[in-house]
């Protein structure tokens, strides 16, 4: 966040949460902005005040308080005692769970983001998630094992969250052994400089992942 929109939290949590509603009729657009301007009781100036980047700036945003509610999360739940596989499934599992009420925002977000303009902006979404959550495991390794632990949990969250999308099984059970299946496949992260190609192959191609988003949002029925 910028020094020139930090005083604006407020209002900024307050368009987000009127904009959500929104978005799986409009999308993440300016219609849906001018709506939850409305709704907020807010100057539609100071939307563009409070987000110079525009919509691609408001998911990003949405992304970093759902950081926060992850580790908030972790905190309450006393994280620090869990073993380490339990802190990560638990990390993931709660990053999940601060969106869960918006999967169709999400769906939108993800295909918004995954356009060649605003790729950039998704990765450093992802990966400031994943770094958020090495960091609150206890990872405070700066070695090149830095690099394949969030480039392997990147590929693990991606493909969950993709999972989860059309996941229709009861709490999202399907997900969660669906997690736990990636998370036992890649607990053993490799050390060795060479490797850093394996940890690689972990992340979704960033064209199949914007056509697979792409596809379902039809499938939805959702124009």
Not at 122 to 136: F, I, N, P, Q, S
Not at 175 to 185: H, N, Q, S, V
């Given at each position: 966040m910028?020094?020139?929109?930090?005083?604006?939290l407020t209002e900024?949590?307050a368009?987000?949460?009127a904009?959500?509603?929104?978005?799986?009729?409009?999308?993440?657009?300016a219609?849906?902005?001018?709506?939850?301007?409305?709704?907020?009781?807010?100057?539609?100036?100071?939307?563009?005040l409070a987000?110079?980047?525009?919509?691609?700036?408001l998911?990003?945003?949405?992304s970093?308080e759902?950081?926060r509610?992850?580790?908030?999360?972790y905190?309450?739940?006393?994280?620090?005692g869990m073993r380490?596989?339990?802190r990560?499934?638990?990390?993931v599992r709660?990053?999940i769970g601060a969106?869960v009420?918006?999967?169709e925002?999400?769906?939108?977000?993800l295909?918004?983001?995954?356009?060649?303009?605003?790729?950039?902006?998704?990765l450093?979404?992802?990966?400031?998630?994943?770094?958020?959550?090495?960091?609150?495991?206890?990872?405070?390794?700066t070695?090149?094992?830095?690099y394949?632990?969030?480039?392997?949990?990147?590929g693990?969250y991606?493909?969950t969250?993709?999972?989860?999308?059309?996941?229709?099984?009861?709490?999202?059970?399907?997900t969660?052994?669906?997690l736990?299946?990636?998370i036992?496949?890649v607990?053993?992260i490799?050390?060795r400089?060479?490797?850093?190609?394996?940890?690689?192959?972990?992340?979704?191609?960033?064209k199949?992942?914007?056509?697979?988003?792409?596809?379902?949002?039809?499938?939805?029925?959702?124009?």
């Amino acid at each position: 966040m910028t020094a020139e929109t930090s005083h604006l939290l407020t209002e900024r949590r307050a368009i987000l949460a009127a904009v959500l509603p929104h978005v799986p009729f409009d999308g993440w657009s300016a219609k849906s902005l001018r709506a939850a301007a409305g709704d907020a009781g807010l100057d539609p100036a100071l939307v563009t005040l409070a987000f110079p980047g525009g919509i691609a700036g408001l998911i990003a945003f949405w992304s970093v308080e759902a950081d926060r509610a992850m580790t908030a999360a972790y905190d309450e739940a006393d994280g620090d005692g869990m073993r380490f596989r339990e802190r990560i499934t638990f990390l993931v599992r709660a990053r999940i769970g601060a969106v869960v009420a918006h999967r169709e925002a999400v769906r939108r977000a993800l295909t918004y983001l995954a356009q060649p303009q605003h790729g950039g902006r998704g990765l450093k979404c992802l990966y400031r998630t994943v770094d958020e959550m090495w960091y609150a495991a206890g990872d405070r390794a700066t070695d090149f094992n830095f690099y394949t632990k969030r480039l392997t949990l990147a590929g693990v969250y991606s493909a969950t969250l993709l999972f989860w999308l059309d996941d229709a099984s009861e709490d999202s059970e399907a997900t969660w052994e669906f997690l736990d299946r990636r998370i036992a496949g890649v607990m053993r992260i490799p050390a060795r400089k060479e490797n850093i190609r394996r940890a690689m192959a972990y992340l979704p191609n960033p064209k199949r992942f914007a056509r697979l988003a792409s596809e379902r949002l039809r499938e939805g029925g959702v124009g």
